[in-house]
C-alpha cells in the first residue's frame, strides 16, 4: 500500500467514525430535544386565546417539520458513513475508482431536506402546473 493510499485510508475512517460516532447522534439528540419542545407547546404557555394559539399551532409545525429534517441528516450521515465503507473494500483494488465513486456517492446527498409532503405538491405541480398546485407546494417549510 502506497503512502499516499495510506493516508487516504486513514483520513476516510476517520470521516466514517466521525460521521458514525459523533455528527448522526448529536443530530438525533438535537431531535429528540425538539420533540421533548413540541409537548411543552400547551395552553399554559401561549393561553388559550385565538391569536397565541394561531401561532402555538405553527410554532408546532414548525418544531415537526425540523425534527424530520434532523433526523433525515443523521439517515444521510450514517448511510454515507457506510458509503465510506464501500470505498474502503474498493480502495486497494483500484484507489482512483474508489475516489471517484465516492465521490458520486457524496454528490447524491441532498443539499437540502424536502418532506415527503413537500416532493410529493412539487412532483404534482411540475406535471401539473397550475395556480393551485404552485400554492399547495407553497404551504410546506421544507
Do not use: C
Not at 43 to 67: C, D, M, N, R
Not at 89 to 104: I, N, P, Q, V
Amino acid at each position: 500500500m502506497s503512502g499516499q493510499m495510506q493516508v487516504t485510508k486513514e483520513k476516510w475512517q476517520g470521516w466514517e467514525k466521525a460521521l458514525r460516532e459523533e455528527m448522526a447522534p448529536k443530530l438525533l439528540d438535537a431531535a429528540g430535544q425538539l420533540e421533548l419542545n413540541i409537548g411543552l407547546q400547551t395552553e399554559g404557555k401561549w393561553s388559550t386565546e385565538p391569536g397565541p394559539q394561531a401561532f402555538a399551532a405553527k410554532y408546532k409545525q414548525y418544531l415537526i417539520e425540523e425534527v424530520a429534517a434532523l433526523k433525515a441528516m443523521a439517515a444521510n450521515a450514517k448511510n454515507f458513513a457506510d458509503k465510506i465503507n464501500e470505498a474502503l473494500g474498493m480502495l486497494e483494488k483500484d484507489e482512483a475508482a474508489a475516489k471517484s465513486w465516492l465521490d458520486g456517492e457524496a454528490a447524491k446527498i441532498p443539499a437540502v431536506y424536502i418532506s415527503e409532503a413537500k416532493q410529493a405538491a412539487l412532483d404534482e405541480f411540475e406535471k401539473h402546473p397550475t395556480p393551485s398546485n404552485f400554492a399547495r407546494a407553497q404551504k410546506y417549510r421544507y
